[in-house]
């Protein structure tokens, strides 16, 4: 695996959210972070830049797509539903980091009240 830090970062971002794990379903050139068992992103792992494949309300991520070249619909995915964003560092890091949050709270919303409750942090 080649090491490129725009991805790390990626990487660190997706697995430190609450109940986030990491896992390979699709061989190990792929670093897929799931949430309650439902994926909320992929990582591609082979050659620099790589990309991250996120959930997105579907109006957005046609604005999105429009706002950066670097965003495109889903590789092999639902292309309304999720995005593909090229980590080149044309997406400003902060954006990315907003896409990533946006991607995982689409799919905790739709989780069973009690699973949400159970992804928030003990007060």
Not at 5 to 21: K, T, Y
Not at 22 to 31: M, N, R, S, W
């Amino acid at each position: 695996m080649v090491r490129d830090s725009r991805r790390d970062r990626v990487i660190a971002a997706c697995g430190a959210l609450p109940g986030s794990v990491e896992d390979y379903p699709f061989g190990d050139e792929v670093a897929v972070f799931k949430v309650a068992g439902k994926m909320f992103a992929l990582v591609m792992l082979g050659q620099p830049p790589g990309s991250v494949s996120l959930k997105c309300d579907p109006d957005l991520a046609v604005t999105l797509r429009g706002q950066y070249a670097a965003i495109i619909a889903g590789y092999h995915l639902n292309k309304r539903h999720w995005n593909t964003v090229t980590l080149d560092g044309s997406v400003p890091d902060d954006e990315l980091l907003d896409l990533i949050d946006h991607s995982y709270e689409l799919v905790v919303s739709r989780l069973p009240r009690a699973q949400r409750d159970n992804l928030k942090p003990d007060r």
